[in-house]
T-cell receptor, first 112, second 114 residues
Framework: RKEVEQDPGPFNVPEGATVAFNCTYS??????FFWYRQDCRKEPKLLMS???SGNEDGRFTAQLNRASQYISLLIRDSKLSDSATYLC?????????????FGKGTTLSVSS | ETGVTQSPTHLIKTRGQQVTLRCSSQ?????VSWYQQALGQGPQFIFQ???????GRGNFPPRFSGLQFPNYSSELNVNALELDDSALYLC?????????????FGPGTRLTVT
């Protein structure tokens, strides 16, 4: 089982749609959680951190369920500019140090 | 712009050769992490350096090695290159060794091994 698994995608949605991405992680030692965005042939950029209480940043809402080891990202009112790959990321701290584990990513394509 | 720079941007090497990739961290950041991203995959963690010491390592063989310098810039060295080493190599900097996912990525070095 992969350490971080995401919806396979791709997601093709019209402008204005609401889309949800899911992610599960297998390591209960995971300390912190994030969503990154990666545009084609570009580097990943932090979209938002994910907190147990849930958090919102404009049209983006992230949720974390530690008991189920599940993370989600909801995008409301999709824009053309939201087209990208969304990477679910967990940070694990163990005796060897810290490791940032990425999922494979889910591709979103928003069309007009 | 994150302020993280990498060089070179592209590189072509032959199987069996050795390569050195370089990264300059964002000003004020003392931690550098390296990742390998194959086409269609998420970045895979290679290792992290914090104040010139290795602070975590992913599932990569010893032919992948690194260094961090007193100015916190870093090198990734790969010996005995294999065809499967062809990938985008990303460097990311952060403020402290355990700052987790709040990392800032450079544009990457695209390595092709023939």
């Amino acid at each position: 089982r992969k350490e971080v698994e995401q919806d396979p995608g791709p997601f093709n949605v019209p402008e204005g749609a609401t889309v949800a991405f899911n992610c599960t992680y297998s390591n209960s030692a995971s300390q912190s959680f994030f969503w990154y965005r990666q545009d084609c042939r570009k580097e990943p950029k932090l979209l938002m951190s994910v907190y147990s209480s849930g958090n919102e940043d404009g049209r983006f809402t992230a949720q974390l369920n530690r008991a189920s080891q599940y993370i989600s990202l909801l995008i409301r009112d999709s824009k053309l500019s939201d087209s990208a790959t969304y990477l679910c990321v967990v940070n694990i701290i163990n005796q060897a140090g810290t490791a940032l584990i990425f999922g494979k990513g889910t591709t979103l394509s928003v069309s007009s | 712009e994150t302020g993280v720079t990498q060089s070179p941007t592209h590189l072509i090497k032959t199987r069996g050769q050795q390569v050195t990739l370089r990264c300059s961290s964002q000003s004020g950041h003392n931690t550098v992490s390296w990742y390998q991203q194959a086409l269609g995959q998420g970045p895979q963690f290679i290792f992290q350096y914090y104040r010139e010491e290795e602070n975590g390592r992913g599932n990569f063989p010893p032919r992948f090695s690194g260094l961090q310098f007193p100015n916190y810039s870093s090198e990734l060295n790969v010996n005995a290159l294999e065809l499967d080493d062809s990938a985008l190599y990303l460097c990311a900097s952060s403020g402290t060794g355990d700052s987790g996912g709040e990392q800032y990525f450079g544009p990457g070095t695209r390595l092709t091994v023939t």
